[in-house]
C-alpha cells in the first residue's frame, strides 16, 4: 500500500517565479492538507482539500491556491515566490467521514523548495 | 485560537537512558488529540503517540508514554532505553477530535540527540 507520495523531491525557482507541488494521498484517504515547514520551524497549516474544495484555509495569502481532483489528489501552487516561500512543503493525507471522529493524519517526505 | 508550546530546542540523552520532552498548549475546547510526531532526517512526520483529551489514562507505546496534564494543559513524552535512531526533531501537535476541522497545530519542536 503506497503511503503519501509527493513530486518532485526538491525544487529550486527564482524570485518572482511560480512552482507546482503535487500530493497523491494514501489509498483510501480523500482529503489533502498542506503545511509549510520552515527551517528549525514546525509545520504551519496552509489549506486543506477536501471533495475538490478548500474546506479551511491558515493564515496564508492568495498567492498560495490549491486543487484537489476526481482522484483525490491535490496541487499545491505559490505564485510571485518570495525568498521567505523557502521551505519545507508537507502534505498529509486523512479520510474524513462526516458525523464520526477523523482518521489518522499521514505525511508524505515533502517537497524541499528554495527560491533564490 | 489553539497553539502548542514546545519550549525546550534541543535536548541530549544518553544510550539506553530516559528522556522527556515538555510540551504545552492552549484551547478553549474540550475535546480533542494531541499527538507527538518524530521527523527523522528523512524528513517524513511519522506519528510516535497520541492522547485522546477525554481519556484519563496516559497513552503508552512501547517505549514511548506520555504524561497528559489536562488542567495544566500540559503534553510531555518520555523516551525510555533511549536508541540512538531515536535521534530526530520531535514535534508536539494538536487536533480538534470531531467535525471537518482536522488541521493539525504544531510546537515549534525540539531536536533530540543521542549519545552512543
Known amino acids: 500500500d503506497a503511503g503519501v507520495t509527493q513530486s518532485p523531491t526538491h525544487l529550486i525557482k527564482t524570485r518572482g517565479q511560480q512552482v507546482t507541488l503535487r500530493c497523491s494521498p494514501k489509498?483510501?484517504?480523500?482529503?489533502v492538507s498542506w503545511y509549510q515547514q520552515a527551517l528549525g520551524q514546525g509545520p504551519q497549516f496552509i489549506f486543506q482539500?477536501?471533495?475538490?474544495?478548500?474546506?479551511q484555509r491558515g493564515n496564508f495569502p492568495d498567492r498560495f491556491s490549491g486543487h484537489q481532483f476526481p482522484n483525490y489528489s491535490s496541487e499545491l501552487n505559490v505564485n510571485a515566490l518570495w525568498l521567505g516561500d523557502s521551505a519545507l512543503y508537507l502534505c498529509?493525507?486523512?479520510?474524513?467521514?462526516?458525523?464520526?471522529?477523523?482518521?489518522?493524519?499521514?505525511f508524505g517526505q515533502g517537497t524541499r523548495l528554495t527560491v533564490v | 485560537a489553539q497553539t502548542v508550546t514546545q519550549s525546550q530546542p534541543e535536548m541530549s540523552v544518553q544510550e539506553a537512558e530516559t528522556v522527556t520532552l515538555s510540551c504545552t498548549y492552549d484551547?478553549?475546547?474540550?475535546?480533542?488529540?494531541l499527538f507527538w510526531y518524530k521527523q527523522p532526517p528523512s524528513r517524513q512526520m511519522i506519528l510516535v503517540i497520541r492522547?485522546?483529551?477525554?481519556?484519563?489514562q496516559n497513552a503508552t507505546e512501547n517505549r514511548f508514554s506520555v504524561n497528559f496534564q489536562k488542567a495544566a494543559k500540559s503534553f510531555s513524552l518520555k523516551i525510555s532505553d533511549s536508541q540512538l535512531g531515536d535521534a530526530a526533531m520531535y514535534f508536539c501537535?494538536?487536533?480538534?477530535?470531531?467535525?471537518?476541522?482536522?488541521?493539525?497545530?504544531f510546537g515549534k519542536g525540539i531536536t533530540l540527540s543521542v549519545r552512543p
Open positions: 498529509a493525507s486523512s479520510l474524513f467521514a462526516p458525523g464520526t471522529v477523523n482518521t489518522e493524519a499521514f
Open positions: 489509498s483510501g484517504h480523500d482529503t
Open positions: 482539500y477536501y471533495e475538490e474544495e478548500e474546506r
Open positions: 484551547t478553549s475546547e474540550s475535546d480533542y488529540y
Open positions: 492522547q485522546e483529551a477525554y481519556k484519563q
Open positions: 501537535a494538536y487536533r480538534i477530535r470531531t467535525g471537518a476541522n482536522s488541521k493539525l497545530t
